[in-house]
């Protein structure tokens, strides 16, 4: 779901513009939004502090005021008693009046020292108190009730001031909470004679301070002196509990002793506290003359409860304002891009070669009116373009086919069958032409006239068509020329005054000329500027010496020279064309000439084709992957005069098995065997010599000599040397039958010799090994 | 003598071409030595290009084949020429391999 909607974002452009636009209008009211609510909170915080304030001042005045006019009305009546302008009978109606005339008094007395009034005894103290609606006077001092022992009557006393005793439990009398006001009496001595008192319910003032609720949940409660209770919402916590022992149920007792020490210390303040769980502000004021202190806990959820409300509003209104916007700016976004799609379309059917496509039409004159213009110019010019490429190509095709079927009759041209000659014996010839790009300047040909050999191998200068076209020329002269000239130098004379009379364009030809009789090994040749040949023979590599004539095709008269040589039986001829030793590699690195030598060292027992590809491998390897630089050609010629009735000698390396392997091949040829018979010899001939030269010399140097011979319809080969005596024929055959873990390794060799020919016979005369092998050639 | 050597997912190919003789046997059996040191689970001597074979030629096909045994490993001929066969028949080589 989230993915789907993540690639609908990536692929629609209204969108993702939309998604910006939302992000960014988020963010404006995100900071918005906090910036109001720490403004509004710390307004009505501090609103909510001052309502308090107000609150605690406004109640404390309240309480003040009606305990201040209660003390008022003691502290006026007192002196009517102290100047003893009352009788004592009449001092029972005024503690009467005084209750009466006070709805919050419940009862009033004056207590007088012990036996002040001699006819009144030890104990004197009219008392009036309210029982319901009625007012009842009454005697309270007795030994029962000795009032000099209470707290109302023997603190003022011992203060010597008027005294608010804390609030006590009447169970006597009025069964409510009550406190008592004290006002202390003295006579014109300034003696103190003693109190006059009124008791005042406590429940007016449960009763205001239950009113003192700014908030839903918010309470209020008042302690006294110590700390004690005296008004509280729950009830069995007044008088019994006090804020300090209350502490202790508390998971932080500090807070509250921190408020309970304050307030009886009479300081007014604020407190924050986490009270049955919620967070709450204590507001505390004291009540002067009393002692007592008033609190309220307001919860801090209560006091905020009017901004939550406007943040649910204010969220709620931002999540709606922000949906529209997206949708609003989607639908805009889709409507002004709805031509780019359309214009997309187009573009895919351009794509696909569809040119005329109908574009969609712009009606404002913006940036769409550019891009469409932009897009019909797009239109015509591709339609051009494609136009002009399709001729372009079809000129290009052509040429290219063409150039394949110059490709294929220029290779034509030049002998491409191996075995060429496959009836000689004598000779082993191969070559190959690879012209750098489709057409090459190089050239090769040979042919055989009465068992000589005429070869050439030249190199146009420059590469290509033009290239291709004189080598054509010159290898069609050479056949001509060649057919009727039978000298080298004459033969190069007449190609080149040929060339050289029509060469408007000054193109040359470097080649190597030459006739080779194959009974003889004589070699006449005639080298035009041509690199010269290489001949391998006898495990020595020797470049052929040239005289210094110029190519063919600039002078119609120029003195070529003709040089005469010899080519040994098993020795090759190695031609070939620059563009070996000049191949690059892809720094530009010639192969040179050295590394072309060290290759073919000792190749003359590789066939003529195994030559040539040896040293391809070798190229290959230097020019990596550069492209081929120029046309390369290579021809070699091998020759081989008749084996049989010759005495051959090899040395004891291994190295001279291929040169017996020519040899067998050669004879093989000349005898015109079949390829199984010539396996079958070869393979015989190679176990009996590797035999000798692994084992005879005993790792001295030694020679190997080989007759072959040839009566009737037998072939015989007597292979001898001067080893340590040793008859092979002696050796026991190998176990042919075991299966492949008990089966030995080796000892194939005599094995086979005697298997696949028809007479193998050994015999130790004059110091030398002699091994006769028979082969009965079946026609 | 070329060897060219193919590893594939399910088989070792190793391509014998030209003639394996006694000159060149020892290029040949260093040439095969990483075959020979693998687990020769299925090695294939692809012989469609191979001309010639001497005894010390045979050393190195029963040697592999030793080999390949030892592991319990397979190693099967493909396309070996008649000539060639029947050097393999006269040795009593032809029983020891798989010829496919």
Known sequence: ?779 | MEVKIENTNAETMVKMIGRLDSMNSVEVEKAVAPVMESDMKNVIIDCSEFDYISSSGLRIFLTMLKEAKKKGGKLSIRNMKAEIKSVFDITGFTPLFIFE
């Open chain 1, 1 to 779: 779901m989230i993915n789907r909607l993540r690639h609908r974002i990536n692929k629609s452009f209204s969108a993702r513009f939309s998604l910006y636009i939302i992000l960014l209008v988020g963010a404006v009211f995100i900071i918005t939004f906090a910036v109001s609510y720490h403004y509004s909170y710390r307004t009505i915080e501090n609103s909510a502090r001052k309502n308090a304030e107000g609150l605690l001042k406004n109640t404390t005045l309240e309480i003040e005021s009606l305990l201040v006019r209660m003390e008022k009305v003691v502290d006026n009546l007192k002196t009517v008693v102290e100047k003893g302008e009352i009788s004592t009978d009449s001092l029972y109606s005024l503690v009467a009046d005084v209750v009466k005339n006070n709805d919050e008094v419940i009862g009033s007395a004056i207590a007088f020292e012990p036996g002040y009034f001699k006819s009144k005894g030890y104990y004197f103290s009219p008392f009036a108190y309210r029982n319901r609606e009625e007012i009842l006077t009454k005697q309270l001092g007795s030994p029962d009730y000795d009032y000099f022992i209470m707290e109302w009557y023997q603190i003022p006393k011992l203060l010597n001031r008027n005294y608010w005793t804390e609030p006590y439990y009447d169970e006597g009398g009025a069964d409510v909470i009550m406190c008592t006001y004290s006002s202390i009496m003295r006579d014109k001595n300034g003696k103190f004679i003693g109190v006059f008192t009124i008791d005042i319910s406590l429940s007016w003032l449960s009763d205001l301070v239950a009113n003192l609720k700014p908030y839903e949940n918010s309470y209020s409660f008042v302690i006294g002196n110590g700390g004690t209770y005296i008004v509280h919402r729950q009830s069995n916590r007044i008088l019994n509990e006090s804020i300090f022992s209350i502490s202790y149920q508390e998971p932080d007792p500090g807070i509250s002793r921190r408020i309970g020490q304050k307030m009886v210390d009479g300081e007014t303040g604020e407190e924050v506290i986490i009270n049955d769980g919620y967070v709450a502000y204590v507001f505390y004021a004291p009540i002067s003359n009393t002692g007592w202190s008033l609190a309220m806990v307001c919860p801090k959820d209560d006091v905020f409860v009017d901004l939550k409300l406007i943040n649910r509003i204010l969220a709620g209104i931002a999540i709606g304002g922000l949906l529209l916007i997206f949708i609003f700016c989607a639908r805009i976004i889709k409507n002004v891009t709805l031509p780019l799609r359309s214009f997309s379309t187009s573009a895919k059917q351009i794509a696909q070669g569809n040119f005329n496509v109908i574009l969609p039409k712009i009606k404002s004159e913006d940036e769409m009116l550019e891009l469409h213009d932009s897009f019909e110019y797009m239109q015509k010019e591709l339609v051009h373009y494609i136009n002009s490429l399709e001729s372009t190509v079809s000129a290009k095709e052509k040429i290219e086919s063409e150039l394949r079927i110059a490709r294929q009759i220029q290779l034509g041209m030049i002998p491409k069958t191996f075995p060429a000659f496959p009836s000689r014996s004598d000779l082993d010839i191969y070559a190959i032409l690879y012209p750098a790009k489709e057409v090459g300047g190089d050239l090769y040909d040979f042919y055989i006239d009465n068992d000589k050999l005429y070869f050439i191998i030249g190199d146009v200068s420059g590469k290509g068509v033009p290239a291709s076209l004189l080598m054509a020329v010159t290898r069609s002269l050479f056949r001509s020329i060649s057919a009727y000239l039978k000298s080298p130098a004459n033969i190069v004379s007449s190609l080149s005054s040929a060339i050289a009379e029509s060469n408007d364009s000054n193109m040359f030809v470097t080649l190597f000329l030459a006739i080779l009789d194959l009974k003889t090994g004589e070699i006449n040749y005639c080298n035009a500027g041509h690199n010269p040949p290489v001949l391998l023979y006898n495990n020595e590599v020797s470049l052929f010496p040239v005289d210094p004539n110029i190519p063919i095709g600039l002078f119609k008269e120029f003195p070529y020279t003709e040089q005469k040589g010899n080519i040994p039986s098993g020795a090759t001829l190695f031609c070939y064309t620059d563009g070996l030793t000049e191949a690059e590699n892809e720094t530009k690195k010639l192969y040179g000439e050295e590394r072309m030598l060290k290759i073919l060292q000792g190749k003359e027992q590789y066939t003529c084709k195994e030559q040539i590809n040896t040293i391809l491998e070798d190229i290959a390897l230097h020019v990596g992957d550069a492209e081929q630089s120029d046309d390369l050609t290579i021809l070699t010629i091998s020759t081989f005069s008749s084996q049989i009735g010759r005495k051959i000698v090899f040395k004891n390396e291994l190295s001279e098995i291929g040169k017996l392997s020519k040899i067998i091949n050669s004879v093989c040829k000349q005898m015109e065997l079949s390829s199984d018979l010539s396996m079958n010899l070869q393979l015989a001939l190679e176990e009996a010599a590797t035999n000798v030269i692994q084992y005879a010399y005993d790792g001295e140097k030694g020679e190997i000599e080989l007759n072959i011979s040839k009566s009737g319809n037998r072939l015989e080969f007597i292979m001898s040397d001067s080893g340590v005596p040793f008859n092979p024929l002696k050796m026991k055959d190998p176990d042919v039958i075991s299966d492949v873990e008990e089966r030995p390794v080796g000892g194939l060799g005599i094995f086979l010799i005697k298997q696949l020919m028809d007479e193998v016979d050994y015999v130790r005369l004059n110091g030398k090994n002699i091994l006769t092998i028979k082969k009965i050639i079946k026609r």
